[in-house]
């Protein structure tokens, strides 16, 4: 089944969604809509889907490419991790070992599944969502380093059921974050990531320093030992992603 906006927004209480065919990115797409947050764009494909650090996101028919556009909570900066452990713990009944990665990617046996970028503008956060789904492979450099849900449980998934149901729980954690903060995400965050490896890099006094997170604390602080041995504590905002 494709998506379709009026039962997508029906199921999501309500919210105002966007879907479309092909888009250029949906993180564009939101941003030029004039309409209040939260609201929801999604699209079956993107012809220049934007990652991470300049990189771009391979978006063809198949995948679940959308962007959950949100009022800028107080502590912002948390969005980007909260959003990927809804993410995670929507999917992780689904698919056995899958993984967190710092910031915020989800792998499977070392091949990605999915990753989040969040983009800010006015007062306003764009949490951009790639999930592969229904792909039966990949091609190119893709082929040994990423993964879809259906390569991993062998049977198709219905991308309108799967949105709904990880735009709700983005929603519910969006609601968590504000009301009570990263505290009330910490336990669980820590868990989930120091499951499993966490190459991280730091940068102090014009230096970079590739380590591994071995802990984060109910404030977001993160202690990080470098592949030197040094320890650093820095606040989760400033460690940067190592892969
Ligand atoms: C990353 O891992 O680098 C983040 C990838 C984010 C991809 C999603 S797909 C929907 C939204 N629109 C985009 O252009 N990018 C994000």
Redesign the pocket.
Known sequence: MSMDAARTSKALGGLHVECYGEVT???DAARALRVQPPYLVCASE?SA????LG?C?R?DRGGL???LVLQRPEQDWAVPLVSAYALWKGLSSKVLSLEMKWPN?LYVEEKKLA???VEGWDARLGA???LNVNQLSFEGDLASSAVSLRMLAGAEFDLEVLLISIVSGMLKAMDELSNHGFRFFQPALRRVLLEADQPVKVIRDNRTYTGRLLDLGPSGEALVQSAGGELFTVPAQHLLEAR
């Open positions: 990115s949906t993180q993107q889907g934007k990652g991470r990189r996101w978006s490419y959308f962007t990617d990753g989040v970028m951009g969502v790639g």
